[in-house]
T-cell receptor, first 111, second 116 residues
Framework: QKEVEQNSGPLSVPEGAIASLNCTYS??????FFWYRQYSGKSPELIMS????GDKEDGRFTAQLNKASQYVSLLIRDSQPSDSATYLC???????????FGTGTRLQVFP | GAVVSQHPSRVICKSGTSVKIECRSL??????MFWYRQFPKQSLMLMATSNEGSKATYEQGVEKDKFLINHASLTLSTLTVTSAHPEDSSFYIC????????????FGPGTRLTVT
């Protein structure tokens, strides 16, 4: 069974710091990787997608992918209290044509 | 970014009645839509995958006769919860996958169903 693993947290960081969120996956054939942010009581919002090894930057967010290690991470620079949410790592399972989600990491940014 | 809407956002119904939830992709065509359910403080649970013009594929343990899914066009999918019971109370979220080349999937805002 394909799995996506995340530390549930909470990960607590001070305002202005870098938050580092990590994810590992089991399916070596996966080619598409995503990070979603979900505020309490709301639906997930896509914040990053990454398909190639290396880093992809978008504003304060950087996604990192290492397919050999089956590892995806999300860095949030200059963390703000408004970044406090649950971050879901998702991996596209090409054989079943659906997203496999991790259970999410809860991030708390304190002033 | 791509926008997906859901209607209604909240619904309260009596036990035994049916409820229909609509999911629309507003600015793109979605060949595939997905229906999820999420209970408080739990992970997203995929219920079914819906492809335009064909029957939905249900996940193991999801009753297809209770959760009716129709994907009539490239921009609209509906989920009908039939003969709802209090244990069906949950947050129902749809998502849509663009017919383009990426695997990106965009979520609607969700529908909170309460069955009394």
């Amino acid at each position: 069974q394909k799995e996506v693993e995340q530390n549930s947290g909470p990960l607590s960081v001070p305002e202005g710091a870098i938050a580092s969120l990590n994810c590992t996956y089991s399916d070596r054939g996966s080619q598409s990787f995503f990070w979603y942010r979900q505020y309490s009581g709301k639906s997930p919002e896509l914040i990053m997608s990454i398909y190639s090894n290396g880093d992809k930057e978008d504003g304060r967010f950087t996604a990192q992918l290492n397919k050999a290690s089956q590892y995806v991470s999300l860095l949030i620079r200059d963390s703000q209290p408004s970044d406090s949410a649950t971050y879901l790592c998702a991996v596209w399972a090409s054989d079943t044509d659906k997203l496999i989600f991790g259970t999410g990491t809860r991030l708390q940014v304190f002033p | 970014g791509a926008v997906v809407s859901q209607h209604p956002s909240r619904v309260i119904c009596k036990s035994g009645t049916s409820v229909k939830i609509e999911c629309r992709s507003l600015d793109f065509q979605a060949t595939t839509m997905f229906w999820y359910r999420q209970f408080p403080k739990q992970s997203l649970m995929l219920m079914a995958t819906s492809n335009e013009g064909s029957k939905a594929t249900y996940e193991q343990g999801v009753e297809k006769d209770k959760f009716l899914i129709n994907h009539a066009s490239l921009t609209l999918s509906t989920l009908t919860v039939t003969s709802a019971h209090p244990e069906d109370s949950s947050f129902y979220i749809c998502s849509a996958r663009s017919s383009g080349n990426t695997d990106e999937q965009y979520f609607g805002p969700g529908t909170r169903l309460t069955v009394t």
